[in-house]
């Protein structure tokens, strides 16, 4: 695909991807006049004329460390939320709350726009703007999710507490959980679902990413546990419920057993996915970086030793140039002692002489 650049026409056959105007006619990076769009090159041709390792290296440099952010918040996350399921302890929900924000912090960086070395930068903003938005809002609710089931844990314990204090205590009171805990814990619930959905969008933009660093294979991992994650994540929610209703068939029961089944093996085989991913995007980013580096190294060494060359070349050609001889005093035009003829004066400016009996003075205002 040829290159488009900002300012030339768009091709005749282009459409508005927002609302189907047609931009035949128009200049890329203008506006589309009816909804003003920003015209740019379509998602699927993104990364056809650029590289990753073209971009800066800050911005290389902070991708690797999104990537990075992401990686630990992800592993700290299960950690502690199993541990937190275990022992009961809301302490491991707080440093549950660290890890997520860890997570966000990454995801924000990762989603920034990217960096290109042939493309305007105005019009890599408009390159996935929805989906970055999405992405940076639907991962912040894993921090929400971590602090309200934290605090959920905290009065909930601070309710057993007094119920054990108290002498007026009803028998089987301990084991009735106060409204507000139960709202809580629906609150945490429903941050945790929201949030979850999110990686779905997420792996379609991560798969851009790694596309525009050329493994397409590490592109279609992602898409493919972008799918496993939308068809598990709402299976796994929504799936007991369903079955939790009075009346059901028991051929229901079994598909929605069997449905439920699948979904969970295919929940863990594509979060086991994405998490590789993560990290061979944490590589690549590490090596883009190394890569961008020597290569600006290796271009600062080229030149240096080019006009190391040159110089060399020009001495050597004034080393062998000949030499004019000095110019010899008798070689110089004699003066002429000669009168000069009357009524002729001399070229530039001069003074006139003085005639016999005359003298100068200052002229009166």
Request: glycine share 10%; charged share 15%; net charge neutral.
């Amino acid at each position: 695909m040829a290159r488009t650049l900002k300012g030339d026409l768009a091709p005749p056959e282009w459409t508005c991807f927002e609302c189907g105007y047609s931009l035949a006619g128009l200049h890329m990076g203008g506006k589309c006049p009816e909804c003003g769009t920003i015209i740019a090159l379509p998602r699927s041709s993104a990364t056809r004329d650029d590289h990753m390792t073209d971009a800066p290296i800050p911005y290389l440099k902070g991708m690797a460390a999104g990537y990075f952010m992401m990686m630990l918040g992800g592993v700290g996350m299960i950690v502690f939320s199993m541990l937190a399921k275990n022992n009961a302890e809301p302490w491991y929900l707080i440093a549950g709350t660290l890890a997520a924000g860890s997570w966000w912090a990454g995801v924000f960086v990762v989603t920034q726009p990217r960096r290109s070395a042939v493309r305007p930068y105005a019009e890599m903003v408009q390159e996935w703007m929805r989906t970055r938005m999405t992405n940076r809002v639907s991962q912040a609710l894993w921090p929400l999710a971590f602090a309200v089931g934290a605090t959920s844990m905290f009065v909930h314990q601070a309710a057993i507490t007094a119920a054990m204090a108290s002498p007026t205590a009803p028998v089987g009171g301990l084991s009735v959980t106060p409204g507000g805990v139960i709202a809580l814990y629906s609150l945490a619930g429903l941050c945790v679902l929201g949030a979850s959905l999110g990686l779905v969008p997420l792996c379609v933009q991560l798969s851009d990413i790694a596309d525009w660093s050329g493994d397409t294979g590490l592109g279609n991992r992602l898409r493919v546990a972008a799918w496993g994650l939308a068809f598990g994540i709402p299976t796994v929610t929504f799936t007991p419920l369903l079955a939790s209703l009075n009346g059901v068939p028991q051929a229901i029961l079994v598909v929605l057993n069997i449905m439920f089944a699948l979904s969970i093996i295919t929940l863990v085989g594509c979060s086991l996915v994405f998490l590789t991913c993560l990290f061979s995007q944490c590589s690549m980013a590490f090596w883009a970086v190394r890569n961008s580096i020597t290569g600006r190294e290796r271009d600062i060494r080229v030149a240096t030793r080019k006009a190391e060359r040159y110089d060399e070349i020009v001495s050597r050609q004034m080393a062998n140039a000949p030499v004019d001889p000095p110019a010899r005093l008798d070689d110089t035009p004699p003066i002429s002692n000669s009168p000069r003829p009357s009524g002729v004066r001399p070229k530039g400016p001069y003074v006139e002489p003085a005639k016999p009996g005359e003298s100068y003075g200052l002229a009166d205002d």
